[in-house]
């Protein structure tokens, strides 16, 4: 009788235990990567929490195509402001968590301006998020409302020259609000299409 080489193997035919401990530990293997991975990244459920602080949770969220639909109806804004020496005011819309809009605002001198939202039923500063800041003659772009409030800018002319501020947006928001001169003055825009 000949023994194997190093090129031939004996192989053993497994035993029932054997087959039974296999199988057993590739289905906790596969439940574990379902529970870790596939969940939070297809689903966004994440019931460990491991998905969201690796990034997965994220992937559910995004989107698979092009169009996103909306739950409020378009509507159109068009103001124009006269700030004086150091007058200052802010202007918002109110937008459900997710509703998006595209703005454009000129200004004919330089304004310090603070894009900011505030969250509903959270008062107070600490509450406050901030997108972008600086001194400016204008800016462009689109914005998504990661929760819902109220969402806009402050402007504020720090300069001896009146300044003329022009703001166009079209979105999915409700209506506006502006705080100026002490007050509040809180405005409903009607859809586009009704």
Known sequence: MTEPTDTQQAHAPLSGRQILLGTAAAILIAGAILIVAVLPAEFGIDPLGVGRALGLQELADASEGPLETQTTAHRADTVEFVLGPFQSLEYKYRFNEGNSMIYSWQATGALVYDMHADPDNLEG???VESFDKGTA???M?????PFTGIHGWFWENRTFEEVVLR???AGFYEGTI?????????????PVLN
């Open 125 to 127: 500063e600490e509450f």
């Open 141 to 145: 772009g689109t914005y998504h409302a």
């Open 167 to 169: 703001l166009h947006s």
């Open 137 to 139: 003659t204008s800016s």
């Open 178 to 190: 502006l705080f100026r001169d002490g007050g509040v003055f809180e405005q409903t825009l009607e």
